[in-house]
């Protein structure tokens, strides 16, 4: 099929279009057979970095389970591809042996997003939605130029986390808890 106009692979798109997405700093997602592009900017991966250090050390000191980035792409039961800026998965439910080289066939126990100035609040929300459905145990979004952040159980059960609060890890990441003002300085 013939890619229609603004998109980059054709549609309905696939997995093995989603692999041939360029390597150009935005992160590509598969979602309702449509390559969906969303660029990150400095800011957005200043905070995924900083939260990413910060949450390698203490897991892997621990042995806790593995951190991903937004690389990894975790198919999700309704067919889609998500790719969190950060995920993170408990020791007892990673792969044994060699990692697969292509998408996850399982979703995340924590799943992290980071607004990006074009983010659309109803597509944060459904891809919320989406990880929850999919087994996905706790969600933060974390919103840069509101500087809060808020904390999903599942849609109804949302912690609100201020600037000078902290995003706590809960039973995901047992004993992780990290200001959210120490990410956004």
Known sequence: MAASAGSIAPSPA??????QTPRD???YELVDGTIRMSPA???HGRISVRLAVAMERYATERRLGELVDSSTGFRLPGGNVRCPDLAFVRRERV???EAAAGF?????DLAVEVLSPGDDARNILDKVGEYLQAGVRLVWVIDPRASRA???RSLTDVRQVTAEGELDGEDVVPGFRVKLSDLLA
């Open 41 to 43: 900017g400095y800011r």
């Open 14 to 19: 696939t997995e093995a279009d989603l692999l």
């Open 95 to 97: 792969p044994q042996g």
């Open 150 to 152: 808020a904390a999903y």
């Open 25 to 27: 700093g935005n992160k």
């Open 104 to 108: 996850a066939d399982f979703a995340p």
